[in-house]
């Protein structure tokens, strides 16, 4: 099980992890690649993952035009923070509306790396200290 709990980037409302489908096993559940955490909020299309960040998912209306089959589109949110020890993308800890602030945190287990981020700023990635160091 997951211990952190990251914030929807567009309501500030906690995010639940997504059911696991019937084809993966329940050693899934601990896999930090495998998980996705997904909005509570009904037609939010906000899911995050530490390998993958934050993202959406749609249904691909075009292939579906094209082929007669079904596909979703994943398409990344244009800003990402990243760990600069585990280069795994930080999740939304905290918002503060009053400074507008996004405060960042690495998802891996004892990790302190965090990073706090002016809210509705461009398009970026954002790469904690450490990024370019080698191990």
């Given at each position: 099980?997951?211990?952190?709990q990251?914030?929807?980037?567009?309501?500030?409302?906690?995010?639940?992890?997504?059911?696991?489908?019937?084809d993966?096993?329940?050693?899934?559940?601990d896999?930090?690649?495998?998980h996705d955490?997904?909005?509570?909020?009904?037609?939010?299309?906000?899911?995050?993952?530490?390998?993958?960040?934050y993202?959406?998912?749609?249904?691909?209306?075009?292939?579906?035009?094209?082929?007669?089959?079904?596909?979703?589109?994943?398409?990344?949110?244009?800003?990402?923070?990243?760990?600069?020890?585990?280069?795994q993308?930080?999740?939304?800890?905290?918002?503060?509306?009053?400074?507008?602030?996004?405060?960042?945190?690495?998802?891996?287990?004892?990790?302190?790396?965090?990073?706090?981020?002016?809210?509705?700023?461009?398009?970026?990635?954002?790469?904690?200290?450490?990024?370019?160091?080698?191990?």
């Amino acid at each position: 099980m997951i211990s952190f709990q990251p914030l929807c980037p567009k309501h500030s409302e906690a995010m639940v992890i997504c059911p696991l489908t019937p084809d993966q096993s329940s050693a899934a559940e601990d896999a930090a690649e495998i998980h996705d955490c997904e909005c509570i909020v009904d037609g939010c299309s906000q899911h995050y993952s530490p390998g993958y960040g934050y993202f959406t998912v749609a249904r691909n209306d075009d292939h579906w035009v094209a082929t007669g089959s079904s596909s979703l589109r994943i398409k990344r949110n244009p800003v990402q923070v990243i760990c600069g020890e585990h280069k795994q993308s930080m999740f939304l800890e905290s918002f503060d509306a009053e400074k507008q602030v996004e405060s960042y945190r690495c998802p891996e287990e004892g990790c302190q790396h965090t990073m706090s981020i002016s809210a509705g700023g461009p398009p970026a990635y954002w790469l904690s200290e450490g990024y370019f160091e080698r191990p």
